[in-house]
């Protein structure tokens, strides 16, 4: 095999998943926590009951 084409990366750390995992957390917090959740929410049933004919 040609040893330019080899890559040493071995994948994510830990602390990578970690790190992504902090931010959908905070993420979800912040969507449960305020009305802006319950606007997103509402705004999704709206268009599914559009799409639907509910």
Excluded at 5 to 34: M, S
């Amino acid at each position: 095999m040609n040893p330019r084409l080899q890559n040493n990366d071995t994948g994510q750390t830990a602390i990578e998943y970690l790190g992504i995992l902090a931010v959908v957390a905070a993420i979800i917090a912040v969507l449960l926590t305020t009305d802006f959740g319950s606007t997103i929410s509402d705004a999704i049933a709206d268009q599914i009951s559009r799409v639907t004919g509910g």
